[in-house]
C-alpha cells in the first residue's frame, strides 16, 4: 500500500496550495492514505479548528503537529478529534493523543507524533516512550512523524526504529533533505520531508522578517509569505502483511507563475 506524508503546512496560502493539488497527487501515487503535519496551518503558527478542517477538506486522513501544537490555544481541539494528534512524548496528562490507529480495511495504520529534545522543549525521551508504545499497538504497519530540529536525532531515531516501524519521517525543518532511504531494506527515513508554504521565505515567513530578527535580535512578528508555493512530501510502498517499507520516494512541487 501507498501512504503520502506531507510536511508541515504553512498558514492559508499554504492550506489552500495543499487544496489545490492534493487531489492529483493521490490519484498520481494511488495512496491509500495521507497523512499532513499541520502545526502551522493556522494564521501566525499553531492549528485551529478552522485551519484542521482545511487540511481535512484537502484529504488528509491523519494531521500531525509538533511544538506549535498548543499555540492556539485550541488544546479541547486533540480531544475532541483523535485524528489530530501532538507530539507523543508531552507529559502525562496534556490534552489529546501522540498514537492514532487508522483503519485501511485490509489492515490499520498506527501513526505516531515524537517530538525531538535536542534544542527543543525538555520533554520525555522520546526513544523510551516509542518503546513503551510500540508494545501497545496490533499493527505491523507504522509510520512516526519525527518532529525534530537536529539531523543527529532524527537519523539516530530512524536506525533505533530500523525494522521495528515502517516509516520514521522527519518534519519541522521545512527544507526537504535528499536521505531518503529503506533503512536496512525494511524503514523508510527522511530527515525532513520539506513543507508547503511559500517559495520565496524563511521556512514560509517573510524573508525581510526573518533578516530583521536574526540581523537585529529584535522580536518581530512574522507574516506568511506570498506565492507561488512549494510541497514536499513523501510516498512510502508498505508491506501490508509485514509492515516493511520497500521504497520510498520524494516528492517536490512548486507552484508556477505565468
Ligand atoms: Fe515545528
Not at 509569505?225 to 501490508?240: E, K, N, Q, T
Amino acid at each position: 500500500m501507498n501512504i503520502l506524508m506531507v510536511g508541515d503546512v504553512v498558514g492559508e496560502g499554504g492550506c489552500h496550495y495543499l487544496s489545490r493539488v492534493l487531489p492529483k497527487l493521490r490519484r498520481e501515487y494511488e495512496a491509500d492514505a495521507i497523512i499532513v503535519n499541520g502545526e502551522n496551518s493556522a494564521k501566525g503558527n499553531g492549528i485551529t479548528p478552522q485551519s484542521a478542517d482545511m487540511l481535512f477538506s484537502a484529504g488528509a486522513d491523519v494531521i500531525t503537529t509538533g511544538n506549535h501544537c498548543f499555540r492556539r490555544r485550541c488544546e479541547s481541539l486533540f480531544d475532541e478529534n483523535p485524528r489530530i494528534l501532538r507530539p507523543a512524548n508531552y507529559p502525562e496528562g496534556t490534552p489529546g493523543s501522540g498514537v492514532y490507529s487508522l483503519d485501511l480495511g485490509r489492515t490499520r495504520l498506527a501513526v505516531i507524533n515524537l517530538m525531538g529534545t535536542a534544542f527543543m522543549e525538555p520533554l520525555d525521551n522520546p526513544f523510551s516512550v516509542i518503546d513503551n508504545i510500540l508494545e501497545t499497538l496490533d499493527t505491523p504497519c507504522i509510520l512516526v512523524d519525527f518532529h525534530a530540529e537536529a539531523t543527529s536525532e532524527k537519523r539516530a531515531l530512524g536506525y533505533y526504529l530500523s525494522g521495528r516501524v515502517s516509516a520514521v519521517i522527519g518534519t519541522h525543518t521545512h527544507t526537504q533533505t535528499a536521505d531518503e532511504e529503506c533503512i536496512d531494506g525494511k524503514t523508510a527515513y527522511i530527515s525532513d520531508v520539506g513543507m508547503v508554504g511559500a517559495a520565496r521565505s524563511v521556512l514560509g515567513v517573510c524573508p525581510e522578517q526573518a533578516i530583521q530578527k536574526q540581523r537585529f535580535h529584535v522580536p518581530v512578528q512574522f507574516s506568511e509569505a506570498p506565492g507561488p508555493y512549494v510541497l514536499g512530501a513523501v510516498c512510502l510502498s508498505i508491506d501490508p502483511k509485514t509492515g516493511n517499507s520497500n521504497k520510498i520516494r520524494r516528492v517536490f512541487l512548486k507552484e508556477m507563475t505565468n
